[in-house]
Nanobody, 115 residues
Framework: QVQLVESGGGLVQAGGSLRLSCAAS????????MGWYRQAPGKQRELVAV???????NYGDSVKGRFTISRDNAKNTVYLQMNSLKPEDTAVYRC?????????WGQGTQVIVSS
């Protein structure tokens, strides 16, 4: 089992920045993918960014160039640096962990961007 603890959400003005963190614990595989998805009211969940333990990244089209995902494998922690935030970034952001035969989600952290 894997547990994910998220932090860093909050309220910020448009153009501002936030840094999200997600720490994984439990039965962590050395080969895994961790990242962030988000869901805004009335919309489907969408990919924000993911990163493998080897460092390969994928970003959702709406955040490319503004968000940066990184990880510390020794700490089993993934980070999401969000810059140039827009009101449309407002959503609940959920951390995800995936490995062979397993997939886990965090509780989610709220990000609100005011105009």
């Amino acid at each position: 089992q894997v547990q994910l603890v998220e932090s860093g959400g909050g309220l910020v003005q448009a153009g501002g920045s936030l840094r999200l963190s997600c720490a994984a614990s439990g039965r962590i595989s050395s080969s895994n993918i961790m990242g962030w998805y988000r869901q805004a009211p009335g919309k489907q969940r969408e990919l924000v960014a993911v990163i493998s333990s080897a460092g390969t990244t994928n970003y959702g089209d709406s955040v490319k160039g503004r968000f940066t995902i990184s990880r510390d494998n020794a700490k089993n922690t993934v980070y999401l640096q969000m810059n140039s935030l827009k009101p449309e970034d407002t959503a609940v952001y959920r951390c995800n962990y995936g490995s062979y035969g397993s997939n886990y989600w965090g509780q989610g952290t709220q990000v609100i961007v005011s105009s």
